[in-house]
C-alpha cells in the first residue's frame, strides 16, 4: 500500500508556470507508475499525464502535451507536474495516483491509490 500526498498547488496568471509535487510512502515507489489526473468544478476526472516505473515512458493528454512535463525521482520517493503556459480552463483539482501495472493506463479506474489533491486555480 502507498500514501501519496500532493502539494506545489496555487494561483497563477495565464502564460504561468507552477510544480507540483507528490510525495510517496513506504519503499516500494519504484514499483507504481504514478499518473495525474485533474477535476474541475462540474465535470468528470480526467487523465493529465502518466509516468512508468522506471521513468522511461511518459505519455499525456492532448490538451497538455507540449506545455506539461511528468517526471519522477524514486530515490526521493516523488513524482512531478510541471506545467507550463498555463491557460484558465487548466483550473482544477490536481491528483496523483499509483498503479503496479507495467503498461500505460489511463483510464482513472485503472489507479489503485489516490492523493487528496491540490487546487490550481489559472487567472485570465
Known amino acids: 500500500q502507498v500514501q501519496l500526498v500532493e502539494s506545489g498547488g496555487g494561483l497563477v496568471q495565464a502564460g504561468g508556470s507552477l510544480r507540483l509535487s507528490c510525495a510517496a510512502s513506504?519503499?516500494?515507489?519504484?514499483?507504481?507508475?504514478m499518473g495525474w489526473f485533474r477535476q474541475a468544478p462540474g465535470k468528470e476526472r480526467e487523465f493529465v499525464a502518466v509516468?512508468?516505473?522506471?521513468?522511461?515512458?511518459?505519455y499525456y493528454a492532448d490538451s497538455v502535451k507540449g506545455r506539461f512535463t511528468i517526471s519522477r525521482d524514486n530515490a526521493k520517493n516523488t513524482v512531478y507536474l510541471q506545467m507550463g503556459t498555463l491557460k484558465p480552463e487548466d483550473t482544477a483539482v490536481y491528483y496523483c495516483?499509483?498503479?503496479?501495472?507495467?503498461?500505460?493506463?489511463?483510464?482513472?479506474?485503472?489507479?489503485?491509490?489516490w492523493g487528496q489533491g491540490t487546487q490550481v486555480t489559472v487567472s485570465s
Open positions: 495516483a499509483a498503479n503496479r501495472r507495467l503498461n500505460i493506463v489511463v483510464p482513472s479506474a485503472g489507479y489503485d491509490y
Open positions: 513506504g519503499r516500494t515507489f519504484s514499483t507504481y507508475a
Open positions: 509516468i512508468t516505473r522506471s521513468g522511461s515512458t511518459t
